[in-house]
């Protein structure tokens, strides 16, 4: 099927700002070991649905292109509008029907904030998160409090800011230029922008305690969890056997309730042990007639799902099969691709190994095969 959607995001990362306090422009200084362009074009590189990443640089700092051969480096311009301008120059006839504009030093913005604007833009002209004012506010001269503002209705932008690529590009090419973001120069043009709601980690990082304040973040977020699955199918009469989803002629099948996919079995209990939620057996019991013969996928799918529900992204699986035959090296990369698919994640992410155990035991005596998973999700 063609795709009718193309999602491009401009990283805008022009600036030479060195308020965080070196020689460096802040979005190349490190943030908990990594710059902070690093870390932000990551947060687009694994978000679905995004298909092309566009880099502005500073025309001095076009070298660094060099570090990012998967994104489309173009030169900015002497002002924040400018170098939005030249981003969207660099996508025209690409087809790209959405975009998103990012400032660079907003590496912490999640997966759910690019989602939301997403998801917004079918409904709305342009979609951008923000957050609720809680502070009161004041106006203030000379050190002293001169006023009073109401806070009722009123938003702290962030970024990304989404639109309709063809509606921000009229928009930008109309604008007399000065304008503080992408909403404002959208909203001059008459579009309509939904806000969706941001998050206090989506901070825009400036100085140097902006600095500590993300690192801090970063690792009280951190919550990894751990899981392991084992499983083992017994062999009977049959030709094939299905391991990771992948049917593989054999002089024997294997037995069980469901389609005895004990690679699949062994991964998707790892998933669940992750998230601390029981086993296959606990959500498709075995003596329920509806998932005799099934396809196995539909337990990973479950699992995955609920790892997503609970807010959890998963971020490997690494699975051993141990039987002497079939062999399983040829097929590997197929298995990791068919999980791969079915769990919606980076095959990177996800190992398939086999070792036989020399002869010994039920596997040596090719009575059955066994399988052993681990998985980590992190949560989102
Ligand atoms: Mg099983």
């Known amino acids: 099927m063609e795709q009718t959607t193309h999602t491009a995001v401009i990283i805008v990362a022009a600036g030479t700002g060195t308020r965080a306090g070196g020689a460096l422009a802040k979005q190349w200084c490190l943030l908990g070991g990594r710059t902070m362009a690093d870390r932000t074009l990551d947060a687009f590189r694994t978000a679905p649905g995004i298909d092309r990443i566009v880099l502005v640089l500073h025309p001095d700092e076009m070298a660094r292109a060099r570090d990012y051969p998967d994104v489309l480096a173009v030169a900015g311009g002497g002002s924040r509008d400018a170098s939005v301008r030249a981003g969207l120059a660099a996508l025209c006839g690409q087809n790209v029907t959405r975009v998103l504009i990012h400032d660079v030093a907003r590496p912490l913005v999640s997966q759910r904030i690019i989602a939301d604007v997403l998801a917004a833009l079918d409904a709305c002209d342009g979609a951008a998160p923000a957050v609720a004012v809680s502070d009161a506010l004041w106006q203030g001269s000379d050190g002293q409090v ?72 970063m690792e009280q977020a951190v919550d990894i969890r751990l899981g392991n699955g084992f499983d083992v199918h017994r062999f009977g009469p049959g030709d094939h056997v299905v391991l990771c989803g992948v049917r593989l002629a054999h002089g024997r099948g294997l037995q069980g309730h469901s389609d005895a996919d004990v690679g699949m079995h062994a991964v998707t209990d790892a998933i669940y042990g992750a998230l601390a939620q029981g086993d296959i057996g606990r959500h498709f019991p075995p ?82 095969i066994a399988a052993l998973a681990t998985a980590t999700v992190v949560k989102q």
Not at 335 to 349: F, V, Y
């Open 146 to 217: 001169t006023g009073t503002q109401s806070r009722e209705g009123l938003f702290r932008a962030q970024t990304p800011q989404g639109f309709g690529f063809d509606a921000i590009l009229a928009a930008h090419l109309a604008h007399p230029g000065g304008a503080a973001d992408d909403v404002e120069v959208a909203r001059a043009a008459g579009l309509r922008v939904a806000i969706v709601p941001g998050e206090e980690r989506n901070l825009k990082i400036t100085h140097a305690q902006d600095f500590r304040r993300a690192e801090a973040m």
């Open 287 to 368: 003596d329920d007639p509806q998932w005799k013969g099934a396809d196995s996928a539909h337990f990973l799918r479950h699992a995955v799902g609920l790892a997503g529900a609970l807010g959890f992204a998963i971020c490997n699986v690494d699975l051993t099969l141990i039987c002497e035959h079939p062999k399983i090296g040829p097929h590997a990369g197929e298995m990791q691709s068919t999980l791969a698919n079915l769990m919606e994640i980076d095959p990177g992410r996800i190992s398939i190994k086999a070792t036989t155990s020399e002869r010994l035991g039920f596997t040596g005596r090719e009575e059955g």
